[in-house]
């Protein structure tokens, strides 16, 4: 093999791997492949002579040494491998065969802490660092996924054109994907799914922040099919045909409209429909875990984010549960009557939860931008979730117009569309909440985002009461509202007569 021929490498032949490596040569570059087992890559070759239009544009090596040498300087090189030690382990074989300026990016789902560090030590090397999320699975990877690159900015510049070819794409005045992609032949026109996101960490952090969305998301989904199931006794093919219409108008998305395909799947193993058998234990990867986590330690409210994951985790606890429903009562199910009030209760308690969770997203995308030091576009960031991503949604348009609006929008909720939705909303969002409850069903998701939405809509809240509890056993101070913020005072409660202390 020559050297100097591929326009990129790429590391890790697993599923996302291989379809990001065809839907780069899809879009006219030569891409040199390698994998840590030979065996891997050879299979691989054979699926691209046999079966891909553009496979003469993959280059296989099984020497990671000539598979450097085939690339073409300042080299490019992809890692789809296994986050964590794994990724540090093909960096550490990988950098003897590099150039200083050469680019290496992550593709994986690091932590963005880690990638923080990589791109330290790396650019003290000589060489150049991008981190960059890849959200839409297997089908993204292959024909468009939503790229959040973070790193340096001259890598990102010789990145750009590829990262910006091989991104979904979406109609420029509507923020709709464009569709119809074939192996072979990619979608044309429209503006791609990818942009700059900032230094070191932030593309894998804005990725992460997605993933979290994305719990929450699916959980909203998820109780108002529970909800619907229960309270209206329907079956699993009518709320998906409910769904379907559903994806008809503002809740237009894609978790809504698998879920709407989903639950109109028959039982390939029987009578009924296929979710009813699939068991009620979730799984989860920790990107979950991360945001919640980093919204604790950034001291930022997304309570509903957090909701999801414990969802997923009480749903591992699936024998215990078990027990637990044998003896422990709650209300008997009353059923409703009138259906369609409930769907459009369901349906209006989704879209307002559904912002809510959003809102809380890009909240904590504000609190990490001012501890990361980054200066992170969140109009770009909803532009750029609108394809290819798991969280791709019609509502997304709507987000990128109120930051394009007010670029210093502080919260989702006082964009004025979307306070009109909670404001017209509201009420059947409180019903929804009120019948679950009465009912005995777990809303975590849904009652989460409307203590959310009451939070911060009031101007008072009972922390008063509870700074005073600090301050009377831990002496940790408190403001007052008579006084100028930042001037902070102590009452001298062992005291007899308790003076006030400023401090």
């Keep these: 093999m020559n050297s100097d021929s591929a326009d990129i490498g790429l ?15 899809d879009h006219g570059y030569s891409i040199a492949v390698y994998n840590r087992s030979s065996e891997k890559t050879a299979e691989f070759m054979t699926r691209c002579r046999q079966k891909e239009p ?15 040498q085939a690339i073409r300087r300042p080299r490019k090189i992809i890692l789809l491998v296994k986050a964590g030690a794994p990724t540090d382990r093909t960096i550490e074989s990988l950098l003897p065969h590099l150039d200083p300026g050469d680019i290496i990016v992550d593709g994986g789902n690091a932590h963005w802490l880690d990638t923080i560090r990589r ?45 910006r070819a091989i991104a979904a794409k979406v109609d420029p005045q509507s923020g709709v994907p464009l569709e119809g992609a074939a192996p072979g032949k990619p979608v044309e026109g429209g503006v791609p799914c990818t942009a700059y996101i900032g230094p070191n960490g932030a593309g894998h952090y804005v990725k992460m922040v997605h993933n979290g969305i994305e719990y929450i998301d699916m959980q909203l989904i998820c109780e108002a099919y529970w909800l619907m199931k229960h309270l209206l006794g329907l079956d699993a093919g009518a709320i998906g045909e409910i769904f379907r219409e559903w994806n008809g108008g503002e809740l237009s998305s894609y978790l809504i409209e698998i879920t709407g395909d989903i639950l109109g799947q028959k039982d390939p193993a029987g009578p ?56 422990l009562k709650g209300p008997d199910l009353q059923p409703a009557s009138n259906s ?27 609190e990490a931008q001012k501890a990361y030091e980054w200066t992170l576009d969140f109009g770009t960031i909803a532009q750029l979730w609108r394809g290819g991503c798991i969280i791709r949604a019609r509502f997304l348009q709507k987000i990128t117009d109120a930051y394009t609006r007010n670029p210093g929008l502080k919260n989702l909720m ?51 009461l509870l700074q005073a509890q600090r301050d009377y056993f831990g002496a940790h101070t408190y403001e007052r509202t ?22």
């Design 11 to 25: 590391i890790g032949l697993a599923v996302m791997g291989q379809n990001l490596a065809l839907n780069i040569a």
């Design 414 to 464: 006082l964009d004025p569309y979307f306070k009109d939705v909670l404001h017209e909303g509201q009420s059947r969002w409180r019903q929804t909440v009120t019948i679950a409850i009465q009912n005995g069903m777990p809303v975590p998701a849904f009652s989460s985002a409307l203590a959310y939405f009451d939070g911060y809509r009031s101007a008072r809240l009972p922390a008063n």
């Design 340 to 366: 369609a009030e409930i769907i459009d209760a369901v349906r209006r308690a989704l879209y307002c939860s559904k912002i809510c969770a959003y809102a809380q997203g890009f909240q904590l995308l504000s």
């Design 54 to 68: 553009s496979g003469e544009r993959v280059l296989g090596f099984t020497d990671l040494k000539e598979f450097t």
């Design 272 to 327: 009924g429909f296929m979710v009813d058998q699939v068991l009620d234990a979730a799984g989860q990867k920790g990107t979950g875990m991360w945001t919640a986590a980093s919204a604790l330690e950034l001291g930022a409210p997304a309570n509903s984010i957090a909701e999801a994951v414990f969802a997923r985790a009480l749903s591992a606890l699936k024998e215990e549960r078990v027990e637990a429903s044998r003896l």
């Design 119 to 163: 791109d330290k030590e790396l650019t003290a090397k000589g060489f150049r660092f991008i981190g960059s999320g890849v959200s839409g699975g297997e089908t993204g990877a292959r024909f468009g996924p939503s790229l959040m690159p973070g790193g340096s900015p001259s890598a990102w510049a010789e990145l750009e054109p590829i990262w």
């Design 482 to 503: 008579d006084q100028p913020r930042g001037k902070f005072f102590h009452l001298d409660w062992p005291t007899p007569d308790r003076p006030q202390i400023e401090v």
